[in-house]
């Protein structure tokens, strides 16, 4: 099992940058596939970003793309999302998650249920 704690939320204004990080502690870090949801007001949870176990392939949404960037450092446990050119939209609960199952397609990467572990998530206020 592993445990999962977010860091870095806060309150900016739109077009400014955050970054967001997540330690993992437990089982083997490398051997788990990662990924960001964020939960907005009234909204449910949706898919940000992911970030493969092996060869650190990378998954975005489409609403992300080009701004948010997903990495992963195996040596201290710890997935990061930098957050560039944000919107009052961006505003939300950003949650990280894990799974270490095995997945042969990619489309496991971007649904919810493929995950198992999940932090309490950090708040992300954009300000207009």
């Known amino acids: 099992q592993v445990q999962l704690v977010e860091s870095g939320g806060g309150l900016v204004q739109a077009g400014g940058s955050l970054r967001l990080s997540c330690a993992a502690s437990?089982?083997?870090?490398?051997?788990?596939?990662m990924g960001w949801f964020r939960q907005g007001p009234g909204k449910e949870r949706e898919f940000v970003a992911a970030?493969?176990?092996?060869?650190?392939?990378?998954y975005y949404a489409d609403s992300v793309k080009g701004r948010f960037t997903i990495s992963r450092d195996n040596a201290v446990n710890t997935v990061y999302l930098q957050m560039n050119s944000l919107t009052p939209e961006d505003t939300a609960v950003y949650y990280c998650?894990?799974?270490?199952?095995?997945?042969?397609?990619?489309?496991?990467?971007?649904?919810?249920?493929?995950?198992?572990?999940w932090g309490q998530g950090t708040q992300v206020t954009v300000s207009s």
């Open positions: 437990g089982r083997t870090f490398s051997s788990y596939e």
């Open positions: 998650a894990a799974t270490d199952k095995t997945y042969y397609s990619s489309s496991y990467y971007f649904s919810e249920p493929t995950y198992d572990y």
């Open positions: 970030i493969s176990r092996i060869a650190g392939r990378t």
